[in-house]
């Protein structure tokens, strides 16, 4: 059976280009970038050359990218980082109740160690307000760190506005642009952006490398200390054949962006459409338009996401219902319940999240697929719109 990977916000596949232009740094290329012989001299020259990649496609400075081991270490450094950097000028960072775990956990670490955290709320489509993070401001506030895209439901933030609003307050902007990398466009310069993780296993490239951009002038503590890598600022040798492939994977997806984007919507649309014709009492969560160009995410009342996953998985379908991480784990999603839907509600919910490989008559098998499985799910199921609390005419269906 053919397989049809739907769950892009987990992980991608490697492009063929991207695992091509590694495979000489698993052999031949093997040195170690801070010796120097020719031999680390072949390997720092593979470094740089990745580094320009990805300073180009965000318009930074190449001395400006930093790699890490992934978009995880890349939030906690800009965070903690920042933190400890400023402690001196205040103990307040904002952020929003829909960050992914690697910034809501890192806030509360340092909730821990005296820091202080606001965590904005966001309206029904999972937006922060530009308005609410203004008054959120204080003498205190060290730090905005506000995701440029979620990786559960889609929506994306007005994170040039609040760039703006930072840089005007002289508070540094950092934003999680794991999910946004490859899929919009992000310029550092144009929206204010002091810091931005990214992970190249979001836009095809491999795992466990990840990047973070920090402007010139802008200095943080370290997080990994060691050798003098990174220009002193991240110690441990640099994996070599993980910064070629997310060199050329970042350099992939922004060549190919617009066409990209505008297929994914197309496809994206098609299956929003599709599923909401096609099964009754169900909802999209995030916004219509201001979402990722590859996201769809619906809760479908009277089941239960976890059955669906598996039925799905039969049918050969690879799909998420919330993210990788909250799975296994009986709480809704944290983004669900922050744009106010109940437990019932939030846990029907299914996320499809296309990739460059998705095609068209993929999109129209799982169109042919998911009502049928519904159907059936919905037949075996002891919820239903008597046993509700919700009631037969749910508010959240809406
Ligand atoms: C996947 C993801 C991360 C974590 O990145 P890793 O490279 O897997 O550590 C952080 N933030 C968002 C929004 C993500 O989607």
Redo the contacts with the bound molecule.
């Keep these: 059976m053919n397989r049809i990977y739907m769950d892009n916000?987990?992980?991608t596949a490697t492009a063929p280009e991207v695992l091509e232009a590694m495979l000489p740094y698993f052999g031949q290329v093997y040195g170690n970038p801070s010796s120097i012989h020719s031999t680390g001299r072949d390997a720092r020259k593979a470094v740089d050359a990745a580094r320009k990649q990805v300073a180009a496609a965000i318009g930074a400075q190449p001395n400006e990218i930093y790699f890490t081991?992934?978009?995880?270490?890349?939030?906690n450094w800009a965070i903690k980082g920042t933190a400890f950097a400023k402690k001196n000028k205040g103990n307040h960072i904002i952020t929003s109740a829909v960050?992914?775990?690697?910034?809501l956990h890192t806030c509360a670490w340092l909730e821990k160690q005296g820091f202080e955290v606001t965590y904005l709320p966001v309206d029904k489509y999972g937006r922060v307000s530009v308005e609410d993070v203004k008054n959120a401001i204080t003498d205190k506030t060290i730090l905005i760190t506000i995701?440029a895209?979620?990786?559960e439901i889609g929506t994306l933030q007005p994170i040039a506005e609040i760039g703006k609003l930072a840089k005007e307050h002289g508070i540094l902007f950092h934003t999680?642009?794991?999910?946004a990398i490859g899929a919009v466009k992000i310029d550092v310069n144009e929206m204010n952006i002091d810091m931005l993780?990214m992970?190249?296993?979001?836009f095809h490239g491999p795992?466990?490398?990840?990047v973070l951009y920090v402007r010139k002038g802008v200095r943080l503590d370290q997080l990994i200390a060691g050798g003098a890598q990174e220009r002193g600022q991240r110690a441990g040798t640099e994996n070599l054949p993980a910064i070629v492939g997310i060199g050329k994977a970042i350099e992939l997806a922004t060549q190919n962006l617009d066409s990209n984007a505008a297929r994914l919507t197309a496809l994206r649309d098609k299956l929003i459409d599709g599923i909401l014709a096609a099964i009754p009492d169900t909802r999209l969560n995030g916004h219509r338009t201001e979402r990722l160009p590859n996201n769809v995410n619906v809760s479908i009342r009277f089941i239960e996401g976890e059955a669906l996953l598996l039925r799905l998985d039969l049918k050969g379908i690879a799909a998420s219902s919330g993210?990788a991480c909250t799975s296994g784990s009986l709480d809704p999603s944290h983004v669900l319940l922050a744009i106010g839907l109940p437990h019932e509600i939030a846990h029907g919910s299914l996320r499809l999240s296309l990739g460059t490989e998705t095609t068209e008559e993929e999109v129209d098998y799982v169109l042919a697929e998911l009502p049928q499985i519904v159907k059936q799910l919905r037949e075996m199921s002891c919820l239903t719109a008597e046993t509700s609390d919700l009631g037969a005419d749910c508010p959240f269906m809406k």
Excluded: C, L, P
């Design positions: 916000a987990a992980t081991a992934g978009g995880t270490e890349s939030d960050e992914h775990h690697a910034v995701m895209a979620n990786n999680d642009a794991v999910q993780s992970s190249g296993h979001k795992k466990g490398i990840g993210s």
